[in-house]
């Protein structure tokens, strides 16, 4: 139920289960979708994105720089959520991304626009000539190394693509006649060229409304792709464009606002929201994925007390974390809830973040929840929100799916996991 007033002490029981997710990214996402696919009512409080939008394509699951071992298998949950959105791939083997850093990199799956270099193992590429910011052709073609060659071709097509964000580039090609033209163009440079080159790669340009890099490969007769760009680029619109499809398509529920409060409410949950117009909402319901983000995406907080009291003595010792929405959770690392501090003004800094200490507490912290995860009765949580996992774009898709899944078909009456008696619940 939402309700426009304040929470009333005694909400009228439901005929259907409802799931609340809070949280809009790729763990939200997932999470509503997987419910939703149980025939629950899923109603989703979308505060903003927050992380997922600075994705730069590539899907992990695990941190790519460490990744020495041939990739894990996604599961079923969390495949059938990129297949509903319909703007991932994922190679069965991997796939080998470039970035315009000028690094081959290895991802397990990626955004449709990106170019996965994979297939073109031993062959020619060609690197699309062109003034865009932060794109130099020839010095990108030698830091990939053998096998890369500048490309000179037209694909600028007025005077303020010179100097537009790779987004607002991208969006000219949603344009069928647009992306036609720059197929011309395209062909034209191969054409002229004396090399035959086996792809062709762009700058962060090819659509946010969908990718278009297919379409512009067929139209060219050439595998035709991006590099990856830098954070709050297109690829993480192209999310976003194609979390609304899905999320539409299955029918979820949407209320537009920044949940304030996650508590319990006979016989469910209730969640405090302040709508995007600044009045205050309630949505009540059988079970809640919190899938709010880490530190990065806000639903994590990190608030020592001197950050707050400044030069003033702290009347008393707390925890240094705690969660946005304040949630009945319990906040921990490797495992285990996280003690009192033993000063009154918290962890040093540099005690508990990377690279002064290996498995820096700053990577792991968040809510402890089991495999499901489920935090308390009736409540899980999803994504970078959850302690101890890797904090990549995949792990986020597959937590949130298996909350998901898990959370429609759960009762509030389940066992209370052992840590939450254990810890006291974040902070208010």
Same mark, same amino acid.
Not at 10 to 17: D, Y
Not at 385 to 414: K, N
């Given at each position: 139920?939402?309700?426009?007033?304040?929470?009333?002490?005694?909400?009228?029981?439901?005929?259907?289960?409802?799931?609340?997710? #809070?949280?809009?990214?790729?763990?939200?996402?997932?999470?509503?979708?997987?419910?939703?696919?149980?025939?629950?009512?899923?109603?989703?409080?979308?505060?903003?994105?927050?992380?997922?939008?600075?994705?730069?394509?590539?899907?992990?699951?695990?941190?790519?720089?460490?990744?020495?071992?041939?990739?894990?298998?996604?599961?079923?949950?969390?495949?059938?959520?990129?297949?509903?959105?319909?703007?991932?791939?994922?190679?069965?083997?991997?796939?080998?991304?470039?970035?315009?850093?000028?690094?081959?990199?290895?991802?397990?799956?990626?955004?449709?626009?990106?170019?996965?270099?994979?297939?073109?193992?031993?062959?020619?590429?060609?690197?699309?000539?062109?003034?865009?910011?932060?794109?130099?052709?020839?010095?990108?073609?030698?830091?990939?190394?053998?096998?890369?060659?500048?490309?000179?071709?037209?694909? +600028?097509?007025?005077?303020?693509?010179?100097?537009?964000?790779?987004?607002?580039?991208?969006?000219?090609?949603?344009?069928?006649?647009?992306?036609?033209?720059?197929?011309?163009?395209?062909?034209?440079?191969?054409?002229?060229?004396?090399?035959?080159?086996?792809?062709?790669?762009?700058?962060?340009?090819?659509?946010?409304?969908?990718?278009?890099?297919?379409?512009?490969? @067929?139209?060219?007769?050439?595998?035709?792709?991006?590099?990856?760009?830098?954070?709050?680029?297109?690829?993480?619109?192209?999310?976003?464009?194609?979390?609304?499809?899905?999320?539409?398509?299955?029918?979820?529920?949407?209320?537009?606002?920044?949940?304030?409060?996650?508590?319990?409410?006979?016989?469910?949950?209730?969640?405090?929201?302040?709508?995007?117009?600044?009045?205050?909402?309630?949505?009540?319901?059988?079970?809640?994925?919190?899938?709010?983000?880490?530190?990065?995406?806000?639903?994590? @907080?990190?608030?020592?007390?001197?950050?707050?009291?400044?030069?003033?003595?702290?009347?008393?010792?707390?925890?240094?974390?705690?969660?946005?929405?304040?949630?009945?959770?319990?906040?921990?690392?490797?495992?285990?809830?996280?003690?009192?501090?033993?000063?009154?003004?918290?962890?040093?800094?540099?005690?508990?973040?990377?690279?002064?200490?290996?498995?820096?507490?700053?990577?792991?912290?968040?809510?402890?929840?089991?495999?499901?995860?489920?935090?308390?009765?009736? +409540?899980?949580?999803?994504?970078?929100?959850?302690?101890?996992?890797?904090?990549?774009?995949?792990?986020?898709?597959?937590?949130?799916?298996?909350?998901?899944?898990?959370?429609?078909?759960?009762? #509030?009456?389940?066992?209370?996991?052992?840590?939450?008696?254990?810890?006291?619940?974040?902070?208010?």
């Amino acid at each position: 139920m939402i309700d426009g007033t304040r929470a009333h002490a005694h909400p009228p029981r439901r005929s259907e289960r409802v799931v609340i997710v #809070v949280g809009a990214g790729a763990a939200g996402t997932a999470a509503a979708l997987a419910a939703a696919a149980r025939a629950r009512r899923v109603v989703m409080v979308d505060g903003g994105t927050g992380a997922t939008t600075l994705s730069t394509g590539a899907l992990d699951l695990a941190p790519w720089s460490r990744a020495s071992r041939p990739p894990a298998a996604l599961t079923a949950g969390a495949r059938g959520v990129l297949a509903a959105m319909d703007a991932h791939a994922l190679p069965e083997a991997g796939a080998r991304l470039l970035t315009t850093a000028g690094i081959e990199r290895p991802a397990r799956g990626h955004d449709a626009a990106l170019l996965d270099v994979t297939p073109f193992a031993g062959r020619l590429l060609g690197v699309v000539r062109c003034r865009r910011p932060g794109w130099d052709a020839a010095a990108l073609a030698r830091s990939w190394g053998e096998g890369y060659e500048p490309l000179d071709a037209t694909i +600028l097509r007025h005077v303020d693509e010179t100097v537009l964000p790779d987004a607002d580039f991208a969006a000219r090609h949603d344009d069928p006649q647009r992306l036609g033209w720059l197929a011309e163009r395209l062909r034209e440079a191969l054409a002229r060229s004396e090399r035959r080159f086996a792809a062709l790669v762009l700058p962060p340009c090819l659509g946010v409304e969908r990718a278009r890099g297919r379409t512009l490969s @067929e139209l060219v007769g050439a595998s035709c792709g991006e590099a990856m760009g830098l954070p709050g680029g297109p690829s993480g619109l192209r999310f976003e464009r194609a979390r609304d499809r899905a999320l539409s398509a299955a029918a979820v529920e949407r209320v537009r606002g920044r949940a304030t409060r996650v508590g319990s409410a006979e016989p469910g949950w209730r969640i405090a929201v302040e709508s995007a117009a600044g009045e205050p909402l309630t949505v009540d319901g059988d079970a809640v994925v919190l899938a709010t983000g880490g530190l990065i995406g806000g639903g994590l @907080e990190y608030a020592p007390a001197e950050a707050v009291f400044a030069s003033a003595l702290p009347p008393a010792p707390r925890l240094p974390f705690g969660t946005s929405p304040p949630a009945p959770v319990a906040i921990g690392a490797h495992g285990r809830p996280i003690d009192l501090p033993s000063t009154l003004f918290g962890p040093a800094p540099e005690s508990i973040a990377w690279p002064f200490v290996d498995a820096a507490l700053l990577d792991r912290v968040g809510v402890l929840a089991g495999d499901d995860g489920r935090a308390a009765p009736g +409540l899980f949580v999803a994504g970078d929100l959850r302690a101890d996992g890797p904090r990549t774009w995949l792990d986020a898709l597959a937590t949130g799916a298996a909350a998901g899944s898990t959370a429609a078909e759960s009762a #509030v009456s389940d066992p209370t996991p052992s840590w939450l008696g254990a810890a006291s619940p974040s902070r208010p």
